[in-house]
């Protein structure tokens, strides 16, 4: 995990102090709101429904136990005891004070920890793979080109006023796992003549007039991946709409000038910028591995044990631990060990959300279990990623006693849904209620296990927050009459062929959304191949129009 | 019923209520005709061109006490308050844990002038 310098600590508890003054002004009357909106919108403070919301940064979903436990401590002291993962892999807390907020930035800093980057028109905080550097398929660790990147754009004068706000994510692997192609700018690190480069799109995005990004590079070699980050955003600031909010993104600028002429205007860029260019030579990039706390791995992994041991004597449901062990665990480059997906996705829970005991309880299994690193993921759940195989039972008991068990990632029931209107300002409908039932229902129908992985987002407006345009099942909240109703799309999917899902019904009733769903479900499994055949190949297979009945309720 | 009712609907969504939120502590207020108040029933319904001019003075004059000021159809076609509305009074309708606990009187910190 990163390890933050003693200069990124000054810069953070520098960036705190300014706003703690800031902060006495405003409530002193010295500044105004419309001052000082911008000024706490950059440290990550949003006004929501019910009071203010803090969202802290997680540089690459990466933290550790010590960092978990002054969230948890936040949590307890500054909120109402819980916190919320969201899909860009940061934590959220909704009931803070203004007043309260300088002495929670002062502890992040100690922790080092921020909420810079997490909102305003500039480059957010990085997203990569949550299995980032323990994948067995990756061919580059995506948080060394990431924190490059962070460095780089942090504070920079540039590019601090964008026309909007710039997402970036980063793959290290063939298999997406950080949806690159659904950012404004997406990099997938990949060999030519076994050198490590990377691929490049720009344009993509979800939200209002979701796109794919298109390929700007075919083949970077990494020194010259900073110059063509720079170069996109240099003709996304220069060129992007600052006058129509909605039309703002990079994703509308590379649609209108197409990819073609948008390509051309990033090479002129980056042309034209090659005596001054940045780049990032081996020393430098030594450095950022460097500022990584490497894992520990132990040469002879203690009594190679299967993976689905159930001998360990805390166990007292080996079945249900066979079946946790099997769902949950991720293959690891490392023999004897395995990264552990801890799911936040309770049956009838809220999706992403956390309590402060379970935070502290977390914290105290990753320092036992997996090194004291924990990851979020963008499916609003959190990995341990190196846990010893032999480990994996007694890990079992622990998230039992803290009732994160759940074993069910990349099922139906592994929900993504956003805070929708039961906290966010901008959602037409609410999200979670629906994510509840839908849970509730999947595990009682018995339809969670037998229908095996399928994806369900439910986004609360066309914000799409929760990536609905990417999941074999997307649920679009929308407003009639000031009631929830859904519209619900199939076939999307993430990844290096990402696809957008298409809307498949008019808006239902959270009810009738759900009998959709389980429709849907039931007819996969009907007539999928042989049980095994995935839901995104059923629909290539048998089109959109093949499950049209179901949704409609005439299958 | 089926002529005046929709009638009075009509009436009822055209009218505004004024909210905004607490400055230092971030929940939400509305506004009762002469003071901000934590329940919502307590607001005082306008018609939009008067409370575009209260929410304007209210703005000036509170300046260090609300962080926002918005206004809102009072009620729905239904007559009901709007769904988003009682969501900010109440809580989050997942979690009635959360839910506020009105005090025996309405929080008014601020009369007008």
Redesign the interface.
């Known amino acids: 995990m990163y390890l933050p310098s003693e200069l990124d600590r000054q810069i953070i508890q520098d960036r705190a102090d300014q706003y703690r003054d800031q902060v006495t002004r405003r409530l002193s009357g010295v500044m105004s709101e419309d001052q000082f909106k911008p000024l706490r919108l950059m440290n990550g403070l949003y006004l929501q429904l019910h009071a203010y919301m803090l969202r802290v940064a997680v540089p690459f979903g990466g933290y550790s136990a010590s960092q978990l436990r002054a969230l948890a401590h936040i949590a307890r002291k500054y909120d109402r005891h819980y916190a919320h993962v969201t899909t860009r892999q940061n934590f959220q807390f909704n009931w803070i004070k203004l007043s309260d907020t300088p002495a929670i930035l002062d502890l992040l800093a100690e922790h080092g920890l921020h909420a810079i980057q997490t909102s305003g028109s500039c480059v957010r905080a990085i997203t990569v793979d949550p299995y980032a550097g323990f994948a067995r398929d990756e061919v580059g660790d995506p948080r060394y080109i990431a924190e490059a990147i962070r460095r780089w754009t942090s504070f920079h004068p540039e590019f601090t006023f964008l026309p909007r706000k710039f997402k970036i994510a980063i793959s290290g692997s063939p298999e997406d796992r950080s949806s690159f192609r659904v950012h404004d700018l997406g990099i997938q690190l990949i060999e030519q003549d076994g050198e490590l480069g990377a691929r490049i799109f720009a344009g993509g995005g979800l939200g209002r007039g979701p796109a794919i990004g298109v390929e700007v590079v075919a083949f970077s070699p990494m020194k010259d991946v900073i110059g063509w980050v720079e170069a996109i955003l240099r003709v996304y600031n220069a060129a992007g709409r600052r006058d129509h909010l909605y039309k703002s993104r990079i994703k509308v600028l590379v649609a209108s000038l197409g990819q073609d002429a948008f390509c051309q205007e990033v090479k002129a860029a980056f042309d034209l910028g090659a005596p001054t260019r940045p780049r990032l030579d081996a020393a430098e990039f030594e450095a950022i591995r460097k500022a990584f706390q490497a894992p520990v791995f132990e040469a002879e992994p203690h009594r190679p044990r299967p993976l689905h041991d159930t001998s360990a004597p805390a166990l007292t449901n080996a079945k249900a631990y066979e079946a946790w062990a099997r769902i949950m665990s991720i293959a690891h480059k490392v023999p004897g060990y395995v990264g552990v997906n801890v799911s936040l996705k309770r049956q009838g829970g809220i999706p992403g959300d956390i309590d402060a005991d379970q935070m502290d309880g977390l914290a105290d299994l990753a320092e036992r279990f997996s090194q004291g690193e924990l990851r979020n993921t963008q499916n609003q759940n959190i990995i341990l990623p190196h846990v010893r195989q032999v480990d994996l039972p007694a890990l079992y008991a622990g998230l039992c006693e803290l009732g994160l068990e759940s074993a069910n990632i990349g099922r139906a029931s592994d929900i993504v849904a956003c805070p929708g209107m039961d906290y966010c300002q901008l959602a037409s409908a609410r999200s979670i209620p629906l994510a509840q039932l839908l849970s509730e229902r999947l595990a009682a129908s018995g339809l969670d296990e037998e229908a095996g992985a399928v994806s369900i987002k439910i986004s609360g407006c066309v914000n799409a927050c929760a990536h609905h345009h990417v999941a074999d099942i997307g649920i679009l909240g929308v407003d009639k009459t000031d009631t929830d109703y859904h519209q619900i799309m199939l076939g999307g999917s993430a990844g290096p062929d990402a696809q957008l899902a298409k809307v498949m019904s008019k808006a239902l009733s959270t009810d009738e959304a759900i009998e959709a769903v389980i429709r849907v479900l039931e007819h996969y499994i009907s007539i999928r191949i042989d049980g095994e055949e995935g839901f995104a190949a059923v629909l290539r297979r048998v089109g959109l129009d093949g499950f049209k009945g179901a949704i409609d309720g005439a299958a | 019923m089926g002529l005046t009712a929709p009638l009075i609907m009509l009436e009822g969504a055209a009218l505004k209520i004024i909210s905004a ?1 607490a ?6 207020l509305w506004w009762t005709g002469a003071a901000w108040s934590r329940d919502i029933e307590m607001a005082v319904h306008l018609e939009p061109a008067k409370a575009q001019a209260v929410l304007d003075a209210r ?1 000036k004059a509170d ?2 006490l609300i ?2 000021g918005e206004l809102e159809d009072a009620l ?3 007559g ?1 308050t ?3 509305q009682a ?2 009074a109440v ?5 009635p844990d ?1 839910h506020r606990v009105p005090e025996p009187e309405p929080m008014a910190f601020k009369k007008a002038a």
Do not use: D, Q, W, Y
Not at chain 2, 23 to 28: A, D, Q, S, T, V
């Open positions: 939120n400055l230092k502590e971030g929940h939400p703005l300046a260090t962080a926002s729905n076609r239904r009901e709007l769904r988003r969501i900010r809580g989050p309708t997942v979690r959360l």
